[in-house]
């Protein structure tokens, strides 16, 4: 067991120069060339195996997290590289004429909430973890917009905006969650009688 701890770099709750926090800033800095790409090649196989990629990346750095030590600045930058690619993407997809702009600034508007509200807790010291339901929104959101791009369904407009508003539910449904789950978490406890 002495073996495999020493394997195991760990990193403390301060540290910023992980593993983990450069694949979500490598994530970022990689957006705007998906970006770029999806607006050269539309759907396609390039434009879809790049999303693949990069969406692809969000569970690395998860894993690296846990492998190695989660940091606060880690907890920070992995959902903010979620949604700056996922945004990015489906913004892209509206401002070419694609995509509905309504679905995309639903999801916006939670996103932007669930920030504020994550920064709020964090600077009082409270984390809320991701659920499941909330991996299932990111899952659905990444293959809304991967459906808009692979060629073989980009044509059949009905099944990925289905999977869009499917995503757009979710994203609802679990930043309510979060915002109650916060402020449970947060709630003084009460006093013994």
Same mark, same amino acid.
């Given at each position: ?20 926090? *450069?694949?979500? !800033?490598? +994530?970022? =800095? #990689? ?8 607006? &050269?090649? $539309? ?20 894993y ?12 920070f ?16 997809l ?10 995309? *600034?639903?999801? !916006?508007? +939670?996103? =932007? #909430? ?8 964090? &600077?009082? $010291? ?64 009460? !006093?013994?009688?």
């Open positions: 067991m002495a073996i495999r701890a020493s394997r195991r770099s760990g990193f403390g709750p301060s540290a910023l120069a992980t593993p983990a926090n *450069a694949v979500s !800033a490598a +994530r970022l =800095l #990689v957006t705007p060339l998906m970006v770029l790409l999806i607006v &050269r090649d $539309g759907p396609a196989w390039t434009t879809v195996g790049g999303w693949f990629l990069l969406a692809s990346t969000d569970g690395l750095d998860g690296l997290a846990r492998r190695q030590g989660a940091t606060r600045s880690g907890a930058l992995d959902p903010l590289a979620d949604k700056i690619c996922v945004l990015a993407a489906m913004v892209t509206v401002a070419q004429g694609r995509w509905w702009w309504l679905p995309v *600034a639903l999801i !916006a508007g +939670r996103e =932007l #909430v669930q920030t504020a509200w994550r920064s709020h807790l964090g &600077r009082r $010291g409270i984390s809320v973890p991701a659920t499941r339901l909330a991996k299932l929104k990111t899952l659905l959101q990444n293959l809304a917009v991967g459906g808009a791009l692979l060629p073989w369904t980009a044509r059949h407009h009905s099944l990925v905006q289905s999977t869009l508003w499917v995503a757009v539910l979710l994203t609802l449904v679990t930043g309510y969650q979060y915002l109650r789950d916060g402020r449970r978490t947060a709630a003084p406890a009460p !006093a013994a009688a």
